[in-house]
């Protein structure tokens, strides 16, 4: 056996170490690549119906949403009216103090002073 074959020997020897040493790990990495694929597979099983519910609950809450708009709109509407039967009564209001509050005050002071008048009248 020459020098080289010698040489040839060892770096085959070597290499099935190098590969024996590089097996255990090897497979490992296989299975933790495995069970990688497995979880991918199941949250793509599982993400399917997951994603499903959450659409059902968006168009439920868009269809709350626009029954909201409704009522706000309505509420809206009915502030309004409020606010001009508001305006209206005191508009209203101040119509009956220029007309009649002058005169009312006028026929409540000539009374009170007859009244006054009278009652001067019977203590003498």
């Known amino acids: 056996m020459t020098v080289g074959e010698i040489a ?43 994603l499903q519910e959450l659409k059902g609950t968006v168009v439920a809450t868009n269809d709350e949403l626009a029954k909201l708009s409704v009522v706000t709109d309505d509420v809206s509407r009915a502030s309004g009216h409020a606010t001009v039967v508001t305006e209206n009564a005191a508009q209203m209001s101040t119509l009956f103090a220029a007309t009649l509050g002058g005169p009312l005050v006028k026929t409540a002071a000539f009374t009170y002073g007859v009244r006054k008048a009278f009652q001067g009248r019977k203590k003498k």
Do not use: F, T, W
């Open 8 to 50: 040839g020997l060892i770096a085959a020897i070597a290499l099935c170490v190098l590969v024996a040493l590089m097996a255990g790990p090897l497979l490992k990495l296989g299975r933790v690549l495995e069970e990688v694929r497995l979880a991918v597979r199941d949250l793509g099983h599982n993400a399917v119906p997951v």
